[in-house]
């Protein structure tokens, strides 16, 4: 179904006030994976990439970028983005690899150990926003729409992976995009919060609430972060900061969002904001071909990287973007 008949079956069910029928919701999955020796495979971790819903799981896009700061000797180090262009990544899918296996023989030839596809080759979508906002913005455009409906709303929760400056914030905005279902006009919510530092915050859930009367057919979602407040230089860096939503009211009332459970540091349902790029941002896009993969409940897929070459560190943040069909 295209994307206009499906939002046009949206709005058909929604003047008949017909009550049963399928509603979709987003969902990310993502895992953050620490780079090891050269050539050595690197697991994600067990059960991320799994579906645990009771719904079928249709994933759409990959995202890939590196993780903006890592520990080193217990001090925290900034990892250049661009060492991306470094790392191999494999995935395997019903015991079967859904690209090669291995693209290539390393260039010494007493290394044994093989290659796998590096992560430039599969950037299928151009997402280059305006050069001024590349690095403090990712838009994701929903493959299915979700329905806002009257009086429902939006949490939405942010976290800095580091702590600001004394007496500074930084300002870290999301925004939702639509269409009302009965009127066809265009809606926007927006919120903006400034964090000042490393906690969980909320940003003011009044800011998504459909206050209409009409539901609202949601498309599109923006996450923005500007710089400090008392730096000079106003360009923000998506990747400081993570992001998880849920609907509150109809649906599933679930977290968009699952990520590695115990690991030290990392909110399982929030999701680095540079992952969320798959309209517009500085990730690596992958596009998964025709309808993508589709997920039953307990299904997953395994998700390797691999360092190919010498002296590269850091971990490599993977995100599979898609969507959860309720019946």
């Known amino acids: 179904m295209s994307d206009y008949n499906y939002q046009q079956?949206?709005?058909r069910l929604q003047e008949s006030n017909v009550l049963d029928g399928i509603t979709n919701e987003p969902r990310v999955f993502y895992d953050t994976i620490p780079l090891g020796l050269p050539f050595v495979e690197e697991p994600s971790h067990p059960g991320t990439f799994r579906n645990g819903e009771d719904f079928p799981i249709r994933l759409t896009h990959m995202t890939m970028a590196m993780k903006r700061i890592a520990t080193f000797q217990g001090q925290p180090v900034a990892i250049d983005p661009r060492t991306i262009q470094r790392v191999g990544v494999r995935l395997k899918f019903h015991d079967q690899y859904y690209m090669n296996r291995y693209a290539a023989n390393p260039i010494n030839p007493a290394i044994e150990r093989q290659l796998f596809v590096p992560?430039?080759?599969w950037a299928l979508d151009s997402v280059a926003p305006p050069e001024l906002l590349a690095a403090g913005t990712a838009a994701w455009e929903f493959q299915r729409p979700f329905i806002l409906s009257v009086r429902d709303t939006l949490r939405v929760d942010v976290q800095l992976d580091e702590a600001p400056g004394a007496a500074t914030a930084y300002p870290v905005a999301a925004t939702f995009t639509g269409i009302g279902v009965l009127s066809k006009?265009?809606?926007f919510f927006s919120g903006q919060i400034f964090v000042t530092d490393a906690q969980r915050a909320t940003i003011d859930t009044d800011n998504f609430r459909n206050d209409g009367s009409e539901p609202v057919m949601v498309t599109n979602m923006t996450v923005s972060v500007s710089a400090s407040l008392l730096d000079p230089n106003p360009t923000g860096n998506v990747n400081r900061v993570s992001i998880g939503v849920r609907q509150i009211g109809n649906g599933t009332n679930s977290a968009w969002v699952a990520g590695p459970v115990n690991e030290p540091d990392i909110s399982p349902d929030l999701v680095p904001a540079i992952l969320l790029g798959?309209?517009?941002?500085n990730a690596l896009v992958?596009?998964?071909?025709?309808?993508g993969l589709l997920w039953a409940p307990g299904e997953g897929i395994s998700v390797e990287v691999q360092s190919q070459v010498i002296d590269v560190t850091g971990p490599v943040q993977i995100g599979l973007l898609g969507y959860i069909s309720v019946q």
């Not at 992958?286 to 309808?291: E, M, T, Y």
């Open 185 to 187: 006009r265009p809606y």
């Open 9 to 11: 079956y949206l709005i």
């Open 286 to 291: 992958h596009r998964f071909p025709g309808h």
């Open 119 to 121: 992560a430039t080759s």
């Open 278 to 281: 798959q309209q517009s941002g």
